[in-house]
C-alpha cells in the first residue's frame, strides 16, 4: 500500500522566501510528526497532531515556524521568512495512534523527507 | 529530559563479521526504545522496538537488541552484516510524552567487501 509522502522532495529558497512543505500520511493514521534532521545529526520533534488537533509544537524553533492539519489528514509545514539555518531535511511520520503510558504502542512511519536548503 | 548517545559516529565492519552498534539512553523511567535505519535519501525504517518484557528483541533483517536497565544501554547486533546494511543507524527513546521521540546522532556502518 501507499506509504507517507512528501513534497517536493526538494526545495531551494532564498533567504526570506516562504516555502511550504507537505505531508500525506498513510489514509486512516490518527497521529502525524514532523521531524527537522540538520546534516550529520538525528531527527529533532518538531510538532505532533492527533487528528486535526495540534497537541505538541514544543519542538518549533521559532514562531517563524508553523504547522497544520485542517481535515485530519494532509499536513502542511510552512517556514516564513527563511534562514540558512532553516536548511536541513524536515521529515514527516504517521502512525494509527500514540502509546500510552498504559501501553500500546503504533509504529511511526516516516516520508522520504524534503531536503531544505536556503541560499 | 530524555536524550540518546550514540558513542560510534562511524563504524567499518566487513561482509560477513559480526556488528554492534552502541546506544546509551537517559530517561527517568522504563523507556520505549527503537531502532532505526535510514539508507541515503530514503525516510526512517523501524528495525525493532522495546517497551517491556523480554529484554532481548528481534527485529527485521536479522539484527537483534538488548535493553540493560543498569547500564541504560540498547546495543543493535547482527551476527553477520551483509553489504546491504550499509546506511545510517539511529536509536531513539520514547518517554511518556508519547509520540515525541528523542533520536541520536546516527552511526553510519560501512561494510567492507
Known sequence: GAGVSQSPRYKVAKRGQDVALRCDPISGHVSLFWYQQALGQGPEFLTYFQNEAQLDKSGLPSDRFFAERPEGSVSTLKIQRTQQEDSAVYLCASSRSTGTTSGGFYEQYFGPGTRLTVT | AQSVTQPDIHITVSEGAS?????NYSYGATPYLFWYVQSPGQGLQLLLKYFSGDTLVQGIKGFEAEFKRSQSSFNL???SVHWS??????????GTNAGKST????TTLTVKP
Open chain 2, 85 to 94: 546494511d550499509a546506511a545510517e543507524y539511529f536509536c531513539a527513546v520514547e
Open chain 2, 103 to 106: 533520536f541520536g546522532d546516527g
Open chain 2, 77 to 79: 547486533r547482527k551476527p
Open chain 2, 19 to 23: 556488528l554492534e552498534l552502541r546506544c
